[in-house]
């Protein structure tokens, strides 16, 4: 169970694994692009949060981890009640496979969260938001367009680690050191709000 505290950046969880601000989160979803192109870069920090979430998860009583079912325009892996999903398009196009998401599993937009690279945050640091526009990022806009509101929760990554402007490094690999750092950061982040 995902278990959020209703503040924007980090702090102790709260007592209730399953509600935020009074609602419960059945989704997670994870941006990126698709394609070994784009993996392991730093626009891809969402995908990386929930593989890294699904790292030791197993799947069933033989121990194996979970397979990602394919739909038309998403991928997912269901842990328990929590559903872990991925847009199959590229983030700037996510809003669509997003709405087919929530509206395939009867889920409300409240219900919903999406773990996205965030680079007005410093890499190595993350910040919980709700109900905030998309500040610029195609991919956030692209849902709030699809979906029709801005009311959902977002884990955002950080990812500034330079003075460069956003589009000159977000689609650049991260260094092997880097991601050490990140995976530190996602454990951080699975420990705080997941149960084991």
Do not use: C
């Not at 702090?11 to 997670?28: D, F, L, Q, R």
């Not at 997912?76 to 590229?90: R, S």
């Not at 402007?165 to 705080?192: C, M, W």
Request: charge should be positive; glycine fraction near 12%.
């Amino acid at each position: 169970m995902f278990n959020i505290p209703p503040t924007r950046k980090r702090s102790e969880p709260s007592k209730n694994a399953t509600e935020v601000e009074g609602k419960n989160i059945k989704i997670v979803v994870g941006l990126g692009n698709p394609g070994g192109k784009y993996g392991g870069t730093y626009h891809n920090a969402g995908y990386l949060f929930l593989d890294h979430i699904l790292q030791g998860s197993s799947g069933n009583e033989s121990g194996k981890p979970k397979k990602w079912k394919n739909k038309k325009s998403f991928a997912y892996v269901k842990l328990g009640d929590l559903i872990i999903a991925k847009p199959n398009t590229f983030m700037n196009a996510s809003g669509p496979a997003i709405g087919e998401l929530i509206r395939y599993f009867k889920v409300k937009p409240d219900e919903l969260l999406v773990a996205h690279d965030d680079s007005d945050i410093p890499f190595g640091e993350y910040k919980i938001s709700f109900g905030r526009g998309s500040a610029g990022h195609k991919g956030i806009e692209a849902i709030i367009k699809s979906i029709g509101t801005d009311e959902f929760l977002r884990l955002r990554i950080g990812v500034r680690h330079s003075d460069k402007k956003a589009g000159e490094f977000v689609l650049g690999r991260i260094p092997q050191h880097k991601l050490k750092d990140l995976n530190n950061l996602f454990s951080e982040i699975k420990t705080s709000y997941f149960e084991t």
